[in-house]
């Protein structure tokens, strides 16, 4: 079926995107697999295009548009070349409705220039040793003294930790209270007490910068905290969580589809038994299986994408389509891996990359069976 969701403009920024990291990515992404990290300049580049901060205001320098269309093309490309170290949609797809709806205008001229120019890359820490899915266990506190907050705890398995400028850091500012006591505080590059542990090594995502973060009373400016009380922290997050993991859906639906064209093409020109590999009948049979679910997949995120242009992205929807079509993007391409053979098992081959850099997608933004069990709740039992 043919695809609708995009128009004239989004098709245009799309040849400029692509260019850009074909250009100004893809030569180098191996070497940055080794290094376990993406230079800082080539957010700067990105940022000189306007690939980030497309909700930014256009009087900090942004784009102004609210249409996640422009989001999902970002995505799109990045995947297509296996980019997996950028952390731009976490930047853009995660981070900018904290930095853009959640700030005051005195935050606004400090953070949105630099956050539409990439001089400023961010971060969300909520995870922690203890804590993962259940945000409400977080032990990351945050005390009121004065004009600050003196914020003392851990966050593990940060995307963007080493990078990062600004970190929305999610604390406990009343233990008591549960999720009514959770409050996101930005806490800056250089203030005394936080500091970066290990960057993490990873199943993949080799060229992402995922580290631990260590907040030994640090006093963050009550300037810094996101919202104009306490205790309103746990209710952001959730109204942000859909967004997310439609970004999650969108990029598993673009590399399943990545990964089956160039196993296709790999089944035309192997050979076995005298006749290329996809001429026999399984091969076909699982090749059809996998088109028609990714196709199916792929309408159903990019309405999605429309749903939320208006605003009206359920918790729910947005839960079904990120369990879905991660779980989708695993199976896809582990069964793809299957047609190359030994092939497939090769590191220069991109689905055996692209093997081991889809594996985390089930489990973070939320794990599959969160996300079922959102779902579930939905029904009222």
């Known amino acids: 079926m043919q695809r609708d969701l995009f128009e004239e403009e989004h098709l245009l920024f799309r040849e400029t995107v692509r260019e850009f990291l074909v250009r100004e990515v893809a030569p180098h992404h191996p070497q940055w697999e080794k290094d376990g990290i993406v230079p800082r300049e080539v957010w700067k580049k990105a940022g000189e295009l306007g690939m980030f901060g497309f909700s930014v205001p256009e009087e900090y320098g942004g784009a102004g548009i609210t249409d996640f269309r422009y989001n999902a093309v970002v995505v799109e490309e990045i995947i297509r070349i296996g980019a997996s170290g950028l952390g731009f949609s976490l930047h853009n797809d995660v981070m900018a409705p904290y930095f853009v709806d959640l700030t005051n205008d005195e935050q606004k001229r400090r953070w949105l220039p630099g956050f539409a120019s990439g001089e400023l890359i961010t971060a969300v820490a909520m995870t922690e040793p203890g804590a993962g899915s259940d945000l409400q266990g977080i032990r990351t506190t945050a005390v009121r003294e004065g004009d600050h907050y003196v914020v003392n705890g851990q966050k593990t398995f940060i995307t963007n930790g080493i990078n990062s400028d600004l970190v929305v850091v999610v ?170 053979g030994g092939y497939g098992y090769m590191t220069e081959y991109p689905v055996a990359k692209a093997w081991l850099d889809s594996r985390v997608q089930t489990i973070y933004g939320g794990t599959t069976e969160i996300m079922k069990e959102i779902i579930g709740r939905s029904f009222g039992f």
């Open 171 to 340: 604390t406990k500012t009343d233990p008591a209270a549960g999720a009514r006591g959770t409050t996101l505080l930005v806490v800056e590059r250089g203030m005394e007490g936080f500091t970066r542990g290990r960057n993490l090594e990873k199943i993949g995502m080799h060229a992402q910068d995922t580290a631990e973060l260590f907040f030994d009373g640090v006093r963050v400016p009550v300037a810094n905290r996101l919202g104009d009380a306490d205790g309103q922290g746990f209710i952001q997050l959730m109204n942000n969580l859909p967004q997310e993991r439609l970004s999650i859906a969108v990029a598993a639906v673009a590399s399943a589809e990545a990964v089956l064209e160039t196993t296709i093409e790999y089944c035309k020109n192997r050979t076995a038994f005298g006749r290329n590999i996809g001429s026999f009948q399984n091969t076909r049979f699982v090749l059809a299986e996998l088109a028609t679910e990714v196709e199916i997949a792929r309408h159903y995120v990019d309405k999605c994408v429309t749903t939320l242009n208006r605003r009206e992205l359920s918790v729910v929807d947005a839960a079904k389509a990120k369990w879905w079509t991660t779980e989708l993007q695993n199976k896809v391409i582990d069964r793809c891996l299957q047609l190359h």
